[in-house]
């Protein structure tokens, strides 16, 4: 998306906590992964990945931030964040410190459909987990 448009407002931030959560688990926000938005640690890399999602679905770019390995941080903006629709979560799994979540994530920008296949690459360090990149 070349140009801003009013896409970017419907997504920012004011969910409502008993919809159904934007990461597709069938649970409501406030259960999923509203819980992680509002400051608790997600325990696996999973939780965080879906997460991540959700706060890109509701236009969170401080909740990517925060949870995004220093070593490849970006100056996030989600001026051009799309509209997502849908994530799918194909497999996920740890070994030591290191997590991975193999998904696709749907979306839309105009009347078009898209499609990201990703593989991402995360690391248990201080306690917690950061998202450090992704493999296409
Ligand atoms: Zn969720």
Same mark, same amino acid.
């Given at each position: 998306?070349? $140009?801003r448009?009013?896409?970017?407002n419907?997504?920012?931030? !004011?969910?409502? %906590? !008993?919809?159904?959560?934007?990461?597709?688990?069938?649970?409501?926000?406030r @259960?999923?992964?509203?819980?992680? +938005?509002?400051?608790?640690?997600?325990?696996?890399p999973?939780?965080?990945?879906?997460?991540?999602?959700?706060? =890109?679905?509701?236009?969170m770019?401080?909740?990517? @931030? $925060?949870?995004? +390995? %220093?070593?490849?941080?970006p100056?996030? $903006?989600? !001026?051009?964040?799309?509209?997502?629709?849908?994530?799918?979560?194909?497999?996920?799994?740890?070994?030591?410190k290191?997590?991975?979540? +193999?998904?696709?994530?749907?979306?839309?920008?105009?009347?078009?459909?898209?499609?990201?296949?990703?593989?991402?690459? =995360?690391?248990?360090?201080? !306690?917690?987990?950061?998202?450090?990149?992704?493999?296409?």
């Open positions: 998306m070349s $140009q448009d009013d896409n970017n419907e997504n920012s931030g !004011d969910a409502n %906590p !008993d919809n159904t959560c934007p990461c597709g688990s069938g649970a409501a926000y @259960k999923c992964c509203g819980l992680f +938005h509002g400051g608790a640690t997600p325990a696996t999973e939780q965080l990945m879906r997460s991540r999602y959700s706060a =890109f679905a509701l236009g770019a401080d909740y990517l @931030k $925060q949870t995004w +390995h %220093p070593s490849t941080k100056s996030l $903006q989600l !001026d051009d964040n799309p509209q997502w629709l849908k994530l799918e979560v194909l497999e996920s799994w740890q070994r030591g290191k997590g991975f979540v +193999h998904f696709r994530a749907f979306y839309k920008v105009g009347d078009e459909l898209g499609m990201l296949a990703e593989k991402s690459d =995360f690391v248990f360090e201080n !306690d917690r987990w950061y998202y450090v990149k992704g493999d296409y």
